[in-house]
């Protein structure tokens, strides 16, 4: 098993700027992949920022490519995503994933964190 825990959501003007972080516990050593979701208010969960923690690879949502960014700390077992030039939009409740070898890069999560509202004030 895997546990996660989200955090650095909050209020934000837009234009403005967020850090999210991720800390994984438990199996992480069988991790493959770590990601970002969220989901708005009446709308279904998407797909947001994927990282894997060996040969860093990584994908971006279309709508957010270019204003966020995902990184990892391995010996700390946290994912990173820095969110910029946020919009309206943007607001929702961010989930944190973890996928275990095997899953389908970059969309098949097994593990998921409880959440952390973002709100983008315009």
């Known amino acids: 098993q895997v546990q996660l825990v989200e955090s650095g959501g909050g209020l934000v003007q837009a234009g403005g700027s967020l850090r999210l972080s991720c800390v994984a516990s438990?199996?992480?050593?069988?991790?493959?992949?770590m990601g970002w979701f969220r989901q708005a208010p009446g709308k279904e969960r998407e797909f947001v920022a994927a990282?894997?923690?060996?040969?860093?690879?990584?994908h971006y949502a279309g709508s957010v490519k270019g204003r966020f960014t995902i990184a990892k700390d391995t010996a700390k077992n946290t994912v990173f995503l820095q969110m910029s030039s946020l919009k309206a939009e943007d607001t929702a409740v961010y989930y944190c994933?973890?996928?275990?070898?095997?899953?389908?890069?970059?969309?098949?999560?097994?593990?998921w964190g409880q959440g952390t509202q973002v709100t983008v004030s315009s």
């Open positions: 438990g199996r992480t050593f069988s991790s493959h992949a």
């Open positions: 990282i894997t923690w060996t040969n860093l690879y990584i």
């Open positions: 994933a973890a996928s275990e070898p095997g899953s389908r890069w970059p969309y098949e999560y097994d593990y």
